[in-house]
């Protein structure tokens, strides 16, 4: 059991570096991007689910549930979609925040992270309409590779498909050699 947590901790955390492997001064995204990451992290802190499950539902969020049996999952990825949005109405609301963070009175208010209204509902977006059927698929982006510049415009499908790539590539890393020596290290607490 203490493996698989650390595991899943290890996860959360390369879903950020993972991000930063994609992006740089040349190669732009829009902020909802980071803001749909963060609110992933947020969500799987809160509420730990199986990485079958969030694999599933990176797929499902670029509209291609295919090569995993997404159908049988489909409670679960709805169910994961809508804590995802009520992490980001959290980090909407001022109240909420600041709550929050008042569990540290040493912290300075001034680093509260509060989200704008209009960029939560962009991110919502992001998770509209969740299915795992593909049967029932919405319109999905064709080709795989990054256009920077859709991204760094907030293109709903360019941002789908570059969320569900570094969730699924950082479950399901190419370089496998590094990731089994990455478990083992953790698995003997390393």
């Avoid at 803001?35 to 992290?41: C, F, G, K, N, Q």
């Avoid at 939560?120 to 990054?146: D, E, G, M, P």
Wanted: aromatic residues 8%; hydrophobic residues 45%.
């Amino acid at each position: 059991m203490t493996v698989v947590l650390a595991k899943a901790i290890w996860h959360k955390l390369s879903l950020f570096s993972n991000l930063d492997k994609l992006l740089a001064p040349n190669r732009p995204c829009h902020n909802s991007l980071w803001v749909s990451i963060l609110a992933l992290h947020k969500a799987l802190s809160d509420r730990p689910t199986d990485l079958v499950v969030v694999a599933a539902f990176s797929l499902a969020v670029n509209n291609d549930p295919s090569g995993l049996d997404a159908e049988a999952l489909e409670a679960e990825i709805v169910d994961l979609a809508k804590n995802v949005r009520g992490t980001i109405l959290q980090m909407t609301n001022v109240y909420f925040v600041s709550q929050a963070t008042a569990d540290y009175p040493q912290a300075p208010a001034s680093n509260l992270v509060f989200i704008p209204i209009g960029l939560s509902i962009k991110v919502c977006n992001i998770f509209y309409r969740i299915r795992a059927s593909a049967n029932k698929k919405n319109l999905s982006k064709q080709s795989r590779k990054i256009d920077y510049e859709s991204l760094a415009r907030g293109d709903l499908l360019e941002v789908r498909h570059v969320f569900a790539r570094i969730v699924f590539d950082t479950l399901y890393p190419l370089h496998q050699n590094h990731t089994q020596s990455r478990n083992s290290c953790i698995s003997q607490g390393g």
